[in-house]
């Protein structure tokens, strides 16, 4: 089975019809297939083939203005996502107000694999207290499982993709069991820095975790333990694993990695899920509806063919949404089903961003090296404050984490710009020597936090705006609370504090929360909309993502999340979407389904 057209997909039958083949969709392509289940992928992006359109070791100078971001690619000109963006030409977006503080914004990419050939890879486990939310400090909700439901998941997730980190034992920071992560890269200089200082102020700095290959996998061991008892997927997953190179620190991930060192849908979950001959593709699909069959129950889904415009109906005895949590909202509010709570595209949330960036005289004209690493980040600072949280301390409930980096990374344009608030602005050759002086001194901290859910934070149909395949468009509502703006106040000042400790400065003071709160949707970590739960009443779906009223309804990506703890969401998504396939396994190995 591979990649097929609509029209040859009109003559088969299958077990299960997946919309979307990012996170979500991979996985749970991949874990069904796995095991035999015959499955129709429909994806509305076109093909993408990371090993030949993948722009490894090429460097700025070869690219238009320097590879710098334009509006069409905001992450520069060698960035992966070769098709969308904030603006998705033909399919627009609305917003119910004028102000940009009550705007949400919304990243697409329109591809084979999503959004996850772009990706930052950074690979956080939820801890303990992020299932309990509710029961900690009476705000959201609890998830309608623990940590350790969902812990098995996130080791096998790390083992098939290869993360690499830690286990520090921090608090709400969970350890992975032995033998699951890969080692972590050496940190940057300027990590060394950070950490150093940082903890002087009792601020812990720890390895981070990415989904990169630090070292090949172990192609011995990892298939046995990833599906016990079945040969076949052992034997596809071993041959598989030994295609994937470790990184060789050539140029950064969100080109997209063609030697397959890290994780993308389209290197490591639909290869051996189309090796397994179960798997068919059709990519230009964009689905519209599920529909419904007379007892109520998901007969399949309509999609239209992007390349001649034609009309197409699949059935399937399992319809999983998988398109990205608020395209799948859209799907279901277009489909009018599952919506008895009236609770599809409520509670959407996205990461609190705050950033803060500083130069620091030691590391000034440091010696010449090569600090580009695995890219992304190889140090981080996991949230430390519960304590003083509990204590009513802070002011704010939740917490962040930071992302940092600096060092000598690859030049691009900006590398020597704006500098003249340290040397009052200098030409010629003083210029070249305080680009040389001052390359490599920056730090910046991008703090990331969680957000509650809130009434004020939601989608529906907009009902005039209609995209360019006559489908209604979804129009945002968003607000953020006063918990999100006192994180982002206090990410700043203590971003400034950490600096400070290096003996750094910086060219403006902290800003108050709400001038340095990111807009919404800015991060591009969007979750909820469909959220999980225990009572039908109050919620979408089950703990497996599957609709309180259609059974055969199945929703795998970011809408099933009733919280955002500040861990970034993926690698929670990838193991809930394991864990919804493996009920779907039993569920039709019972056949109940
Ligand atoms: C710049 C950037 C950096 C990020 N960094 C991180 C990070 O470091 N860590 C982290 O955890 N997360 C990160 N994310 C978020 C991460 O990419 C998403 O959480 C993840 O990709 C979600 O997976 P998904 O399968 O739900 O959606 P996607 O990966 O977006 O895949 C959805 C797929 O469904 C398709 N689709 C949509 N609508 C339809 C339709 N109607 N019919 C058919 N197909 C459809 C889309 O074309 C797409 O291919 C980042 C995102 C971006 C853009
Ligand atoms: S840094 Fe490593 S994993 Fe990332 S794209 Fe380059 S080689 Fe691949």
Same mark, same amino acid.
């Given at each position: 089975m591979s990649f097929i057209t609509a029209a040859e997909a009109d003559k088969n039958s299958y077990?299960? /019809?997946?919309?979307?083949?990012?996170?979500?969709?991979?996985?749970?392509?991949?874990?069904?297939?796995?095991?035999?289940?015959?499955?129709?992928?429909?994806e509305a992006g076109r093909n993408y083939t990371p090993a030949t359109e993948t722009p490894m070791l090429r460097t700025?100078?070869?690219?238009?203005?320097?590879?710098?971001?334009?509006?069409?690619?905001?992450?520069?000109?060698?960035?992966?996502?070769?098709?969308?963006?904030?603006?998705?030409?033909?399919?627009?977006?609305?917003?119910?107000?004028?102000?940009?503080?009550?705007?949400?914004?919304?990243?697409?990419?329109?591809?084979?694999?999503?959004?996850?050939?772009?990706w930052g890879r950074i690979s956080l486990r939820n801890g303990p207290y992020d299932f309990k939310p509710y029961t900690r400090d009476g705000l959201g909700f609890d998830w309608p499982m623990s940590y350790d439901d969902l812990a098995p998941y996130y080791d096998k997730v790390e083992m098939?993709?290869? /993360?690499?980190?830690?286990?520090?034992?921090?608090?709400?920071?969970?350890?992975?069991?032995?033998?699951?992560?890969?080692?972590?890269?050496?940190?940057?200089?300027?990590?060394?820095?950070?950490?150093?200082?940082?903890?002087?102020?009792?601020?812990?700095?720890?390895?981070?975790?990415?989904?990169?290959?630090?070292?090949?996998?172990?192609h011995k061991r990892l298939p046995q333990l990833l599906h016990p008892g079945n040969h076949k997927a052992q034997q596809i997953l071993a041959a598989d694993m030994q295609k994937r190179a470790a990184c060789i620190f050539a140029t950064p991930c969100g080109r997209g990695c063609s030697i397959r060192a890290n994780y993308q849908s389209t290197t490591v979950h639909l290869p051996p899920a189309l090796d397994t001959g179960n798997l068919h593709i059709v990519t230009d699909a964009m689905v519209r509806a599920v529909t419904k069959r007379a007892d109520g129950s998901a007969e399949g889904v309509i999609y239209i063919d992007r390349k001649t415009g034609a009309e197409h109906r699949v059935k399937a005895r399992i319809v999983v949404l998988a398109a990205s949590a608020l395209e799948s909202v859209r799907i279901l509010l277009n489909s009018g089903v599952a919506n008895g709570s009236g609770k599809v595209g409520k509670y959407i949330m996205?990461?609190?961003?705050?950033?803060?960036?500083?130069? /620091?005289?030691?590391?000034?004209?440091?010696?010449?090296?090569?600090?580009?690493?695995?890219?992304?980040?190889?140090?981080?600072t996991p949230w430390?404050?519960?304590?003083?949280?509990?204590?009513?301390?802070?002011?704010?409930?939740?917490?962040?984490?930071?992302?940092?980096? =600096?060092?000598?990374?690859?030049?691009?344009? =900006?590398?020597?710009?704006?500098?003249?608030?340290?040397?009052?602005?200098?030409?010629?050759?003083?210029?070249?020597?305080?680009?040389?002086?001052?390359?490599?001194?920056?730090?910046?901290?991008?703090?990331?936090?969680?957000?509650?859910?809130?009434?004020?934070?939601?989608?529906?149909?907009?009902?005039? /705006?209609?995209?360019?395949?006559?489908?209604?468009?979804?129009?945002?509502?968003?607000?953020?609370?006063?918990?999100?703006?006192?994180?982002?106040?206090?990410?700043?000042?203590?971003?400034?504090?950490?600096?400070?400790?290096?003996?750094?400065?910086?060219?403006?003071?902290?800003?108050?929360?709400?001038?340095?709160?990111k807009q919404g949707g800015i991060i591009i970590h969007e979750v909820g909309g469909a959220i999980m739960g225990n009572d039908p009443a109050k919620s979408v779906t089950n703990s497996y993502g599957q609709s309180w009223e259609m059974k055969n309804l199945f929703i795998t990506d970011g809408a099933t999340l009733c919280s955002n703890a500040d861990k970034n969401p993926t690698l929670t998504i990838m193991a809930l979407a394991w864990r919804a396939s493996d009920h779907m396994l039993s569920l039709m190995k019972r056949k109940e389904l």
């Open positions: 077990d299960v /019809v997946v919309v979307g083949s990012g996170a979500a969709g991979g996985q749970t392509a991949y874990t069904l297939t796995m095991d035999g289940v015959r499955v129709l992928m429909l700025n100078d070869e690219a238009p203005l320097r590879g710098a971001g334009t509006p069409e690619k905001p992450f520069g000109f060698w960035d992966a996502t070769i098709d969308g963006g904030w603006q998705v030409p033909g399919e627009p977006y609305t917003s119910d107000s004028d102000d940009p503080a009550r705007q949400f914004v919304w990243w697409r990419a329109r591809m084979l694999g999503g959004r996850t050939n772009h098939l993709i290869g /993360v690499y980190g830690a286990n520090d034992g921090l608090e709400n920071t969970p350890n992975s069991p032995p033998g699951v992560l890969l080692p972590p890269p050496k940190p940057r200089v300027s990590d060394l820095l950070v950490q150093q200082r940082a903890r002087k102020l009792q601020i812990p700095v720890i390895a981070g975790h990415r989904a990169v290959l630090t070292q090949a996998l172990d996205d990461t609190v961003g705050a950033n803060f960036s500083g130069q /620091v005289p030691l590391l000034e004209s440091l010696p010449l090296h090569n600090e580009d690493g695995v890219d992304g980040l190889h140090l981080y430390w404050l519960y304590k003083e949280q509990l204590a009513g301390k802070l002011g704010f409930a939740r917490g962040y984490h930071f992302e940092f980096g =600096g060092g000598r990374l690859m030049p691009g344009m =900006g590398t020597a710009a704006g500098l003249e608030w340290l040397n009052g602005g200098t030409y010629g050759k003083k210029f070249k020597e305080d680009a040389r002086r001052y390359y490599g001194s920056f730090v910046g901290f991008a703090g990331r936090g969680e957000m509650i859910p809130n009434d004020d934070c939601y989608a529906e149909l907009d009902p005039k /705006v209609k995209d360019k395949f006559g489908i209604p468009v979804l129009r945002f509502f968003w607000k953020w609370s006063q918990h999100e703006l006192g994180q982002a106040a206090h990410m700043q000042k203590t971003a400034a504090e950490i600096i400070d400790a290096m003996g750094g400065r910086y060219s403006a003071q902290p800003q108050s929360g709400d001038k340095a709160i």
